[in-house]
């Protein structure tokens, strides 16, 4: 079955960086598109960052110029380069991995900013 497992999360200092980290197994990683969300409580769950099959990206306005997505479909990973992070970056991550009526979900990794 296919499982996502998340890593990288943690605690920084507004202005510092961190590097999520997503690995993918059992699936066809490179014939899915890979993404980061994230979450706040109590709010709707937003994309951050996605990066197709054939390596384009996409970014929300929130992170354009901060963040940057990686894919290794040799390692079946994709990673997600933060950096200036912000108080309002704080949330929980989520990697994705989707396809036409297929999508998967990791159990989400925890992002705190403080300033």
């Known amino acids: 079955q296919v499982q996502l497992m998340e890593s990288g999360g943690g605690s920084v200092q507004s202005g510092g960086s961190l590097r999520l980290s997503c690995q993918a197994s059992?699936?066809?990683?490179?014939?899915?598109?890979m993404g980061w969300y994230r979450q706040v409580p109590g709010k709707q769950r937003d994309l951050v960052a996605l990066?197709?099959?054939?390596?384009?990206?996409k970014y929300a306005e929130f992170v354009q110029g901060r963040f940057t997505i990686y894919r290794d479909n040799a390692k079946n990973t994709v990673d997600l380069q933060m950096t200036s992070l912000r108080p309002d970056d704080t949330a929980i991550f989520y990697c994705?991995?989707?396809?036409?009526?297929?999508?998967?979900w990791g159990q989400g990794t925890q992002v705190t900013v403080s300033s």
């Open positions: 994705v991995a989707a396809k036409r009526d297929d999508d998967h």
């Open positions: 059992g699936m066809d990683f490179s014939a899915y598109a």
């Open positions: 990066i197709t099959s054939a390596g384009t990206t």
